[in-house]
T-cell receptor, first 111, second 114 residues
Framework: SQQGEEDPQALSIQEGENATMNCSYK?????LQWYRQNSGRGLVHLIL?????REKHSGRLRVTLDTSKKSSSLLITASRAADTASYFC???????????FGRGTSLIVHP | DTAVSQTPKYLVTQMGNDKSIKCEQN?????MYWYKQDSKKFLKIMFS???????INETVPNRFSPKSPDKAHLNLHINSLELGDSAVYFC?????????????FGPGTRLLVL
């Protein structure tokens, strides 16, 4: 069953702006991951945040996790045209560590 | 070197045909998966194998049969193809890590059933 729901479904920004995508989920999780999918390609893992963590950084990416609100956000700072892609959150919960994916946010960064 | 590879990349076929998609990973991972991504980009897990043994079989028609000859390969055979089977099928692998399984995806196989 689908766990994470990304918001917004689509986001269009100019190069240099920041992009924020959100993910909400229903049940308590073990971990939450963010993936990127370029058009016509497979998904690429970006970052994993555990349920006892609140924030993680990787380069221009910043992920936050609020377990009380059952939500996470992915911030891409100083966006580039190459960041144009779909971004998915994936959660695992209970005894299963296999992630369940949301429907993704489609990000377009205009040069 | 390609970590997770799939063949073919594109597959166009007629309804009722039987087809196979092959997947190989050279990452030494213990676990492999098949996902189906529909036209709305919803990614749904179909099967998961750990060390050649089936551990997840989501609600998938029994026309779909995975086969794992060894832990580096997980092939997907589809019998009696239907129009609704048109989608992108992704193979993925991950290490058997109980602290969160990062998935490594193949490039996908775009299946079109006519």
């Amino acid at each position: 069953s689908q766990q994470g729901e990304e918001d917004p479904q689509a986001l269009s920004i100019q190069e240099g702006e920041n992009a924020t995508m959100n993910c909400s989920y229903k049940t308590s999780i073990n971990n939450l991951q963010w993936y990127r999918q370029n058009s016509g390609r497979g998904l690429v893992h970006l970052i994993l945040i555990r349920s006892n963590e609140r924030e993680k950084h990787s380069g221009r990416l910043r992920v936050t996790l609020d377990t009380s609100k059952k939500s996470s956000s992915l911030l891409i700072t100083a966006s580039r045209a190459a960041d144009t892609a779909s971004y998915f959150c994936a959660t695992d919960s209970g005894g299963s560590y296999i992630p369940t994916f949301g429907r993704g946010t489609s990000l377009i960064v205009h040069p | 070197d390609t970590a997770v590879s799939q063949t073919p990349k594109y597959l166009v076929t007629q309804m009722g045909n039987d087809k196979s998609i092959k997947c190989e990973q050279n990452l030494g991972h213990d676990t492999m998966y098949w996902y189906k991504q529909d036209s709305k980009k919803f990614l749904k897990i179909m099967f998961s194998y750990n060390n050649k043994e089936l551990i997840i079989n989501e609600t998938v028609p029994n026309r779909f049969s995975p086969k794992s000859p060894d832990k580096a390969h997980l092939n997907l055979h589809i019998n009696s193809l239907e129009l609704g089977d048109s989608a992108v099928y992704f193979c993925a692998s991950s290490p058997w890590d109980r602290e969160g399984e990062t998935q490594y995806f193949g490039p996908g196989t775009r299946l079109l059933v006519l």
